[in-house]
Nanobody, 122 residues
Framework: EVQLVESGGGLVQPGGSLQLSCAASGFTFPVYAMSWVRQAPGKGLEWVSS????????TYADSVQGRFTISRNNVKNTLDLKRNSMRPEETGLYYCAKSSEVASECGDYDYWGRGTQVTVSA
């Protein structure tokens, strides 16, 4: 059974940092691209960042470029997202998702985790 389990969410002050993690199991993690997608309260899904299977190709939404860093460990089967200089509008539910190739369209992901809540507030 494919499982993606996010962790690391919580409350962070504006300008603060937080690292999210996603533990993967039930599939051959090193051959899949992985992504982070978020959903703000009352809004649709928004792609945040993707990483290819080998970890060499990283892509980011313009709004997070330079502040967020995506990484993966293909031995531990984990995906991370380190986020710096966080903003209140980045509050929401953060999901990790898998796809056969690097993708920024939500329809391209074939499996999603349940998400971890992040709140950016003073």
């Amino acid at each position: 059974e494919v499982q993606l389990v996010e962790s690391g969410g919580g409350l962070v002050q504006p300008g603060g940092s937080l690292q999210l993690s996603c533990a993967a199991s039930g599939f051959t993690f090193p051959v899949y691209a992985m992504s982070w997608v978020r959903q703000a309260p009352g809004k649709g899904l928004e792609w945040v960042s993707s990483i290819n299977s080998g970890g060499a190709t990283l892509t980011y939404a313009d709004s997070v470029q330079g502040r967020f860093t995506i990484s993966r460990n293909n031995v531990k089967n984990t995906l991370d997202l380190k986020r710096n200089s966080m903003r209140p509008e980045e509050t929401g539910l953060y999901y990790c998702a898998k796809s056969s190739e690097v993708a920024s369209e939500c329809g391209d992901y074939d499996y999603w985790g349940r998400g971890t809540q992040v709140t950016v507030s003073a």
